[in-house]
């Protein structure tokens, strides 16, 4: 099995014949493995099993003094997080979309380098991702205050930008489709620590129904979708199952019960993340790293599982941790490059 069949086993909700993984570092982490193994490539080092198509947010322009600025026209500030950063100002400073202009959803930026990744690594699982695809595209514009007073004060304009924001997405998978790839990844943070942002109410309310049009696009093509949405979220669960969800990250241990979420819902939905960043992975020891990895990963050998850190491996972890992690996933019985 090529580690496109092995994810593809996964969703399938069958028992693969080890448990795939793809792993995210964050600027500072990735700088400390690429000085470690002094060259080599990491890409194929790691042996990551998705393969991360598109530019995700858009972040194409830089503006010097660690800002950047995104398609929508949102700036960034990255002098503290030199990943995505802090958003300036206020691109919609009135609940109305008079005069703004969105950016062209087909700019050929997101699409230019999907064939040569392709032709690289053709045997990994294919992904497109859309970062910021909805609620979290709508408070970038408009402000995270702003737009949770919106949902009650101005819910015809919440609908309106939702609307737009659905319009721009579906155009981009559309475009997406023409190649061949496997699934959709839609980002979008709903939760926090406890519960939902704005509330189950005004989520089933304002998002679920536009969630259903973007992730039947593309499960009408016959393709998976796959989402990020950072939190206690598993309350949503059963609606983004039944909304076209195949496959669900970060999947945090510090905001949800993993051991027990993963058995229930296998063959209905997997899950794609679990490893503590929070905790195990920054203040645990190589043997606490080592010893919660292969628990997850006996956790997930009847499938329903892609393993990874619960978010992207920040700089604060120390080396020795990180290394821990990808020795044990690559001593994994059944896997071809085993150690």
């Keep these: 099995m090529t ?15 080890y448990v795939p993984w793809s792993l995210g570092f964050t600027y500072e982490a990735r700088q400390k493995l690429q000085r470690h193994f002094a060259g080599e490539d990491l890409e194929t080092l790691l042996d990551n099993h ?15 003094e660690h800002r950047v600025r995104d398609v929508f026209g949102v700036v960034w500030d990255r002098s503290v997080d030199r990943d995505i950063g802090v958003v300036e100002g ?12 969105f950016p062209d959803p087909l700019d050929r930026r997101f699409f230019a380098e999907i064939p040569a990744k392709i032709a690289r690594f053709p045997n990994r699982f294919r992904v497109f991702q859309i970062g910021f695809s909805l609620y979290e595209r709508a408070w970038t514009l408009r402000g995270m205050t702003n737009l949770l007073i919106d949902f009650h004060d101005h819910p015809a304009f919440v609908r309106e930008l939702f609307d737009r924001i659905a319009e721009y997405n579906i155009a981009q998978v559309r475009e997406a489709l023409r190649y061949d790839i ?3 990844y839609f980002g ?22 536009v969630l259903r049009r973007m992730y039947g696009a593309v499960r009408e093509a016959g393709k998976q979708v796959m989402i990020h949405s950072c939190g206690d979220v598993d309350e949503l669960f059963d609606d983004l199952i039944d909304a076209g969800l195949a496959c669900f990250n970060p999947f945090q241990p510090e905001v949800m019960d993993v051991y027990t979420l993963l058995p229930r819902y296998r063959g209905r939905l997997a899950f794609h993340g679990g490893l503590s960043t929070q905790k195990t992975l920054p203040f645990g020891t190589p043997d606490d790293v080592r010893a ?10 009847d499938g329903g599982y892609l393993f990874a850190p619960a978010h992207d491996v920040e700089g604060d972890v120390p080396l020795e941790n990180i290394l821990a992690m990808i020795d044990e996933l690559q001593r994994q019985e059944g896997y071809p490059g085993r150690k």
Excluded: N
Excluded at 90 to 101: H, Q, T
């Design 188 to 209: 979008d943070d709903w939760g926090q620590q406890h519960g939902l942002q704005m509330g189950p109410r005004l989520w089933r309310e304002f998002i679920l129904p």
């Design 292 to 301: 919660e990895v292969r628990r997850l990963l006996d956790l997930g050998r």
């Design 182 to 184: 496997d699934a959709v």
């Design 50 to 64: 998705l393969l991360k198509l598109g530019s995700d947010i858009g972040f194409f322009e830089g503006l010097g």
């Design 90 to 101: 206020c691109v919609l400073p009135r609940p109305s979309l008079a005069g703004y202009e």
């Design 3 to 17: 580690p496109r069949d092995v994810v593809r086993t996964v969703l399938s909700g069958k028992r693969p014949p």
